[in-house]
Nanobody
Framework: QVQLVESGGGLVQPGGSLRLSCAASGRTFSSYAMGWFRQAPGKERKFVAAISRSGAFTSYADSVKGRFTISRDNAENTVYLQMNSLKPEDTAVYYC?????????????????WGQGTQVTVSS
């Protein structure tokens, strides 16, 4: 029903920055709250950030609060994750997800559609 494609991942040094993008198909992008999750090798997929349908409300995991910023451009069907002050602990595959909700849930099971993921590696 909706396709999500992440981009912008790569290798960055500790303290550096990356901006991830998630492009959605169709004209119904604004009907979905959007979230970012990440999964490190051997670990569970964990919540990172979420944004409401309109973009007016955002939420973040404690581990990234103050460093990451989620935003969306509904006219371009794109959600972003600006990541600053990156740490080695941020290394993971990052997934974009869409939810049939307004505010943006923090639980992965509440999301209906997922992108393929993009690798972020923070290392010196």
């Amino acid at each position: 029903q909706v396709q999500l494609v992440e981009s912008g991942g790569g290798l960055v040094q500790p303290g550096g920055s990356l901006r991830l993008s998630c492009a959605a198909s169709g004209r119904t992008f604004s009907s979905y709250a959007m979230g970012w999750f990440r999964q490190a090798p051997g670990k569970e997929r964990k919540f990172v950030a979420a944004i409401s349908r309109s973009g007016a409300f955002t939420s973040y995991a404690d581990s990234v609060k103050g460093r990451f910023t989620i935003s969306r451009d509904n006219a371009e069907n794109t959600v972003y994750l600006q990541m600053n002050s990156l740490k080695p602990e941020d290394t993971a595959v990052y997934y974009c997800a869409a939810s049939n909700s307004r505010m943006g849930p923090t639980t992965s099971t509440a999301y209906d559609y997922w992108g393929q993921g993009t690798q972020v590696t923070v290392s010196s």
